[in-house]
């Protein structure tokens, strides 16, 4: 109780402190300030750009709504929001604003409803003086003393599944020099839903207390469905554009691990911030309750990929987003595939398997039948893997060696293959073939034997090849 | 009418360190919710409650909205009279139990008779609370069957108590009633709370919590209870 008391005396003293530093601002009274009705925008788009140089006094009329949609096709989920979409609607304000907040609760909603918004320096940041039954309306005002990037979100009890349900989004409080203007802006929020189906279980999924407790969600997504940024609905962008992300977490329980997949955020104003805290960030952290701006200038066409980089949020439960980015490629910044190719050890073209030792040709003439016993062992080493253990190769990559017309029609050029590889484009019984084979560091003889072995195996029939038929193509250039 | 047995109940907000135990008496409880028939049969011999009637201090404007006139036509007693009357205030709801000898209960004595704190009714209770289909319509009579022999204590309509907004007047030394209050909103409520999960009985607070004498509204009825 003690050490309670102590904490909490510490935090009053703290923020009395920063009160103090608020407070010293003044601000024009209430009755002098314009009024206006805030223009509300549905996720992922973004209000535009506050241009006034004075504050006002804004009017925001927000709805509270219980709903069936779509989680991901084929299943429902009974969402709980702000508005008619999850996330609700991102409200736009400046520092210095007076806000009258009208919170209305639609007369079909099971649930009372509040809201407590980040940006709300005041008793439960607004969710004392919003507490509204269905069927009512709420009137609280507050004065937006802190710019930033702020999440608001449900707090009635209980708090958790309000939240789960999807009551949240993202108020921007614009400090009063106002933010760099930029060419796109986009308004993105992270959450995770617990159904008692699995991922995709077809049907209206009710919420799941228990995986809510244990913090394991069968849905982490971007916008509040499975898709709400992809294909039709994704981002668009054209090269050049600097890019802005308002990106929240609603959570209720995960943090985002934010990343786009092939960007790099050029400016990061992390936890929703006011100071660009870090340049050149891959992937920036975002609590439940938190958010940051990111900022990057697409230089390149292509679709970048958003994602909770925790993977298997993104691959498995959801959480994937696109940004099509238009127009001409710029092959100074990134060429794209410029070669595809068999994956050699070293070096980029035609390889030599190293000898381990160069040996003096051992010229023992062996018999037809040794040829072959000892060409099937060089085959089982060297060539098999590629080939098959039956010679009929892989199609589309590795020719076959079974009635291999190609390796048939020319004793001579097969003996030049081993000894020196081969790439490019080859025809082996009416398929084409464009890959590479390496240059094998076989001895003469194992050569002559391998040679023997494949020309009198796997349903081919042919002579003999000689040591000194290899020394002889070997010997030319 | 039902008779529930005394017994002992934990309040669900509960705080401090002793967590008090409640008595609660024998009492007899309606079997099921108060019917738009009964409701009826009670403005016949009490015109000031009809629609028309009613002050505006007793009643919002919402009150029996889904009645056509002051009285039910023949009609409406055919399609709705077996229904929970809903739309009705906390004031009508109680003048309707002290016509007939009784009184509404108290939030312990609902919660008891309701047994919801019992694990089972949980998930059941919360499916509903997820719910958009509206099933208030149901016949009373054809309401499942909770403890007790009552019908209809979860998952149909919320029930108006005779204390409902004793969460916010609830006192104790340590903490002020608007303390208390804010529990409800945020993170503190868990901390006086019986039992942390039970989000079912978190969302009967917090609805209650947020009621006024006046308030009517199209899932919330009531029924009545007599002492023994």
Avoid at chain 1, 231 to 248: E, K, Q
Avoid at chain 2, 189 to 196: H, N
């Amino acid at each position: 109780m003690y050490l309670v008391s102590a904490v909490l005396m510490l935090f009053f003293m703290i923020s009395c402190n920063d009160n103090v530093k608020k407070s010293s601002k003044k601000w024009p009274p209430v009755e002098s300030l314009p009024v206006e009705e805030a223009k509300l925008t549905t996720a992922p788009n973004v209000p535009p750009a506050i241009t006034r140089k004075h504050p006002a006094k804004v009017v925001v009329n927000l709805e509270t709504r219980e709903f069936n949609a779509e989680l991901v096709d084929g299943v429902e989920y009974t969402f709980w929001a702000f508005g008619d979409s999850v996330p609700g609607p991102m409200i736009r304000i400046r520092e210095g604003d007076f806000v009258e907040f009208h919170l209305n609760n639609h007369p079909d909603s099971k649930m009372p409803h509040n809201i407590d918004l980040h940006a709300v320096t005041g008793q439960g940041g607004g969710a004392e003086g919003s507490f509204t039954p269905p069927g009512k309306t709420s009137i609280f005002n507050f004065r937006a003393l802190n710019p930033g990037l702020y999440i608001y979100h449900c707090a009635t009890a209980p708090v958790g599944m309000h939240i789960a349900n999807g009551m949240y989004g993202l108020i921007l409080v614009e400090p009063e020099e106002g933010l760099p203007p930029v060419d796109k802006e986009f308004y993105v929020v992270q959450s995770e839903f617990y159904t008692e189906g699995k991922f995709g279980e077809k049907g209206l999924q009710p919420f799941d207390m228990n995986k809510a407790l244990k913090e394991i969600p069968d849905y982490v997504v971007f916008n509040g469905k499975v898709g709400a940024l992809t294909d039709t609905n994704a981002l668009s962008a054209n090269i050049g554009d600097n890019v802005r992300i308002y990106f929240g977490v609603g959570g209720p329980n995960l943090q985002s691990n934010f990343h786009v997949i092939g960007e790099i955020f050029d400016r990061v104003y992390q936890e929703g911030g006011t100071k660009v805290a870090q340049k050149n960030v891959q992937t920036t952290i975002v609590p439940p309750g938190g958010s940051a701006m990111v900022e990057f200038k697409v230089d390149v066409p292509g679709t970048f990929i958003l994602v909770d980089h925790a993977i298997f949020r993104a691959f498995n439960k959801g959480a994937i987003g696109q940004l099509v980015v238009k127009g001409e490629e710029n092959h100074e910044i990134y060429t794209g595939k410029t070669y595809e190719g068999i994956y050699m050890l070293e070096g980029s073209t035609i390889q030599t398997i190293p000898k381990v030792k160069e040996k003096k040709d051992q010229v023992v003439n062996l018999s037809f039948a040794d040829k072959m016993k000892e060409g099937k062992r060089v085959y089982k080493r060297n060539c098999a893997a590629c080939h098959q253990k039956d010679g009929s190769g892989l199609k589309g990559a590795f020719p076959p060696i079974a009635k291999s017309d190609y390796l048939m029609a020319n004793k001579e050029r097969s003996i030049k293959i081993l000894l020196k590889g081969l790439s490019g484009k080859i025809t082996v019984n009416g398929e084409t073939y464009d890959s590479v084979m390496p240059a094998m560091s076989l001895d003469n003889s194992d050569i002559a034997s391998v040679l023997t072995y494949i020309r009198n195996s796997f349903g081919n029939k042919g002579k003999e090849v000689t040591i000194k038929e290899v020394k002889k193509v070997r010997k030319e250039k | 009418m039902q008779v529930v047995p005394s017994g002992n109940y934990i309040p669900f907000l509960s705080s401090g360190e002793n967590k008090p135990k409640v008595q609660i008496k024998s009492f007899k409880m309606d079997q099921t919710p108060v019917t738009n028939f009964e409701f009826n049969q009670f403005l016949k011999a009490n015109p000031k409650w009809r629609k028309t009637k009613v002050l505006s201090l007793f009643a919002d404007q919402n009150y029996l909205k889904h009645w056509k006139h002051d009285l039910l036509s023949e009609g409406e007693i055919k399609k709705i009279g077996d229904s929970p009357v809903v739309n009705v205030s906390w004031f009508a709801a109680r003048a309707f139990c002290h016509a007939q000898q009784g009184r509404l209960a108290s939030i312990n004595e609902w919660e008891f008779a309701a047994d919801s704190d019992n694990p089972k009714n949980i998930q059941k209770i919360l499916r509903w609370y997820g719910k958009i289909k509206k099933n208030q319509s149901t016949p009373v009579k054809k309401m499942s069957l909770g403890k007790y022999g009552l019908r209809g204590m979860h998952g149909y309509i919320w029930e108006w108590v005779n204390d409902y907004n004793s969460v916010l007047i609830t006192n104790d030394s340590r903490s002020t009633s608007s303390d208390k209050m804010n529990g409800l909103f945020c993170g503190g409520g868990s901390l006086g709370s019986k039992d942390a999960s039970n989000y079912a009985s978190f969302m009967r607070y917090a609805f209650r919590s947020g009621l006024d004498g006046k308030y009517t509204y199209s899932l919330l009825g009531f029924r009545c209870i007599k002492n023994m």
